[in-house]
């Protein structure tokens, strides 16, 4: 994949609403997720590469800067919203990435509508943010487990020493 391919894959908003449109005219099911992705590891690309197995084109939905600071503290993130964005667009289980500034992606999740919202963890699927949405839409809602042994907090950990 060329740099200008993964770079392509980063979308504003409209342009993602744009995108998101299309596939669904074509008949592909679209999925969505979110999160921090600060320190890419196992546990993501698994989760991915499950929630992109669901459905025809994975969008994701990555925390910014200030809203990962909000949620996980004054030293995070540890990868800046540039590298994080990149990296996901890198994968090839990832088809649209974009990033947004709220504590929850609620907002991006009513703009896009996809047909399927995933979400990781002991997530129940009426309590993952956007399920309302998607299930008034007609979609879908899932919650997929995490892979045990494998997150940020721990890999930062494991450096301090």
Known sequence: M???AI???IQTWDELRQTAKDWKSEGLRVVFTNG???ILHFGHIHYLAQA???GD???VGMNSGDSVRRLKGPGRPINDEATRLHLLAALSMVDAVTSFEEDTPY???RLLLPDILVKGGDWAPE???GSDLVLANGGAVRSLPYVEGYSTTLIEKKIKG
């Open 2 to 4: 060329t740099f200008e």
């Open 7 to 9: 770079h392509n894959k």
């Open 36 to 38: 921090c992705f600060d």
């Open 52 to 54: 992109r197995d669901l």
């Open 57 to 59: 084109r994975l969008v």
């Open 107 to 109: 907002e991006l999740i």
């Open 127 to 129: 309590s993952i943010v």
